[in-house]
């Protein structure tokens, strides 16, 4: 008997056809008190949990911190997709690796390739992670709840911020029963904020970009206001060239870059060799002009260390803070 249960309150099968948009918010719990039944909020719908969930199955990547934070990794019964193991400590590469990997296929835009018999067949009383072919939809069908990250619900236009993570460790913690543990996760997340902060001092005037390009040369997508590379570099203590742009994530072109002309520049890349990304955009046409390439002020990243709003966004504020504290 599955100990979890949905209780839809919007159009799912509509939302299910827009295009996903990263921008902030969080599942807001909509149960007050200790215990069971939980009831979350994710991308409009009201997920209701009879009881702690203990058979999850993973579809993308971005619960692993939070769940390792509420000491429920052994809850994760599978997973499938990318785990690049730079984002994780060796605790967490511990638990990772003692899960099976059902797939880690994808197709040319990086989505993951899974079927439903496959995952259905783990028997889930959690999915964690909605992918074109798994929608919250088709899992519902078959009682099994979906939760994604708030910041990836289709249609989302929430302006993110740091206290997104917090906000998202607290619900994970109700799911789980974990509470106790998140309270204290937060604590944690909360004083590495204040201490990246003081390491990055008052805002320096400096402009940055965050960009993802094409490796091998092509289309160049930058990171507006929408986009948690906004916060991020504002903690940094740099101003967004592209704050000026509501949007999450838009193709620019070299001629574009070079009119705003940042001080430095973020490359985010999914996976493969991070110098093969630079030069997908040092090698185009005109990039040299640009003052961040000039100078050498160009500094690549892997996706999830910006995008979505986990505690690894904490890590990438770090890393930036780090890697250009000394060159101003």
Excluded: W
Aim: a negative charge; proline letters at 6%; charged letters at 20%.
């Amino acid at each position: 008997m599955k100990a979890t249960r949905l209780a839809v309150t919007a159009t799912t099968s509509a939302l299910a056809l827009l295009v996903a948009a990263c921008g902030g918010g969080t599942d807001e719990p909509t149960a007050a008190g200790p215990g069971y039944p939980v009831t979350v909020t994710n991308c409009g719908v009201d997920v209701t949990f009879d009881a702690a969930p203990e058979r999850v199955v993973l579809l993308k990547s971005a619960a692993v911190p939070y769940l390792h934070a509420l000491g429920v990794m052994d809850r994760v019964t599978a997973r499938a997709g990318q785990y690049p193991r730079d984002y994780y400590d060796a605790a967490t590469l511990t638990e990772l690796d003692r899960i099976p990997l059902l797939t880690d296929k994808t197709d040319t835009s990086g989505h993951l390739q899974i079927s439903k018999e496959v995952v259905i067949s783990q028997e889930p009383d959690l999915v964690l992670g909605e992918v074109d072919n798994l929608s919250r939809d088709t899992l519902s069908a078959v009682d099994i709840p979906l939760l994604e990250e708030p910041a990836m619900c289709p249609g989302n236009t929430a302006t993110p911020s740091f206290d997104d993570i917090y906000r998202q460790m607290e619900t994970y913690g109700r799911v789980f029963g974990r509470e106790a543990q998140a309270a204290t996760a937060v604590g944690a997340l909360k004083d590495r904020m204040t201490a990246v902060q003081t390491a990055a001092g008052t805002a320096s005037g400096r402009t940055a970009a965050v960009l993802y390009p094409t490796i091998g040369g092509g289309t160049t997508y930058a990171y507006g206001s929408a986009s948690m590379a906004h916060p991020q570099l504002e903690a940094a203590g740099f101003r967004n060239v592209f704050g000026d742009t509501s949007e999450r994530v838009f193709e620019v072109t070299v001629e574009e870059l070079l009119g705003r002309n940042p001080d430095v520049l973020i490359l985010l890349y999914s996976d493969g060799d991070p110098a093969a990304v630079e030069q997908g955009l040092t090698g185009l046409p005109g990039a040299e002009k640009l003052n961040a390439v000039r100078n050498g002020a160009v500094m690549t990243q892997l996706f999830n260390f910006t995008e979505p709003p986990t505690p690894l966004s904490i890590d990438g504020l770090e890393r930036i803070v780090q890697r250009f504290r000394d060159d101003s």
